[in-house]
């Protein structure tokens, strides 16, 4: 273990555009390290590898820190990675004179706990598309309208003269089509298919990511998902909608949160709800995660501010130091309260 550095000065956030952050991307000079959110979903992790395999491509030395193991129905972006590319935490430690990008998150209480020190020993640069994000120190670019931050991010990287690879272009375009739910939600705008139709024609493999992605499941995913349905709650006036696995439901069926990762999706279609959640707990004792999905009239990611987390107007998350049933209760409340709020369709 090297000796503890000293601490950087933080610098405030600097609002910048894509421009001015592709040009911060290029001055550059050292080692570059690449991380996402605690707990990375398909766009951090597409973000993550896309601009990283654009930076080696292009004599950059950089690595991907945190975001390993990849989950199962991602692991096609491991196939292409390149020797040290993805270097779990326990694993890793920065330098001082490296610079480090956060991806998919402006807030840092959401990134890792073991990378936070070093938002103030190193040179940080931050890209990201959630409403509640106030930014780290250094350059921020925030585009809370982008459907993704992969978009965002492959923009950057292409006014930044980086070489766009099959293997970059794939992991854009995984964050891409996870976070704007395959092109169906309100944040897929033209910008956003046009982002999509470029990547296309460098050789994204479409059909293959979409089976892996949204095709095949793990049976015990789908022994899972009949368990959160006998926890499902609906109100009486059908506005409300939630639910949620325990520690034991996880244990039960061997499965981990990689298992449950779109079950919220899978509250949300139930018709007539204006706000559904999930809340689940994976490990015993331990928080009580939840996301949350809103119809127009009510701003999810509002509500998740007022328990510590944040995201979109539609969708948002946050973590409660609760057990599982005081979370449920909770959360179920509240979402009472937001519809009760406004009139009722």
């Known amino acids: 273990m090297s000796a503890e550095p000293e601490t950087m000065k933080a610098k405030p956030a600097e609002v910048v555009d894509e421009a001015a952050m592709a040009a911060a991307l290029r001055r550059i000079s050292g080692r570059i390290v690449l991380c996402g959110h605690e707990h990375p979903d398909g766009d951090a992790i597409g973000a993550t590898f896309g601009l990283c395999h654009a930076l080696r491509a292009s004599g950059r030395d950089a690595v991907c820190w945190g975001v390993a193991p990849i989950p199962r129905m991602y692991s096609y972006l491991e196939e292409d990675a390149l020797p040290g590319m993805n270097v779990p935490l326990e694993a890793f430690e920065p330098m001082p004179d490296d610079t480090i990008i956060v991806l998919d998150c402006g807030v840092e209480d959401r990134v890792y706990p073991p990378i936070r020190p070093w938002l103030s020993r190193c040179p940080v640069l931050c890209i990201d598309h959630h409403k509640s994000s106030t930014g780290l120190q250094g350059p ?22 980086l070489t766009i ?24 705008s033209g910008d956003t298919l046009r982002a999509a139709a470029e990547l296309r024609e460098l050789g994204v493999r479409n059909d293959l990511i979409g089976e892996r992605v949204f095709g095949k499941r793990p049976l015990k995913s789908l022994l899972l998902e009949r368990r959160m349905f006998a926890s499902l709650r609906v109100s009486e006036d059908g506005r409300v909608a939630m639910g949620g696995l325990r520690a034991e439901d996880y244990a039960a069926e061997q499965c981990t949160a990689e298992h449950s990762e779109n079950f919220v999706d899978i509250v949300r279609t139930i018709d007539g709800c204006e706000i559904v959640a999930f809340v689940r707990q994976i490990k015993p004792g331990g928080p009580a995660h939840v996301s949350l999905r809103t119809t127009d009239a009510i701003d999810a990611s509002a509500i998740c501010v007022e328990w510590g987390g944040g ?7 946050a973590t409660l130091n609760l057990s599982y049933e005081a979370a449920f209760e909770a959360v179920y409340e509240r979402m009472r309260q937001a519809v009760a709020a406004i009139p009722a369709p």
């Open 140 to 161: 921020f670019l925030l585009e809370p309208e982008a459907g993704s931050v992969s978009e965002v991010v492959y923009r950057v990287a292409k006014a930044a003269g």
């Open 311 to 317: 995201g979109h107007a539609r969708a948002a998350g």
């Open 165 to 188: 690879t099959r293997s970059a272009a794939e992991g854009f375009w995984t964050g891409i089509i996870t976070d704007t739910g395959r092109f169906m939600y309100a944040g897929a």
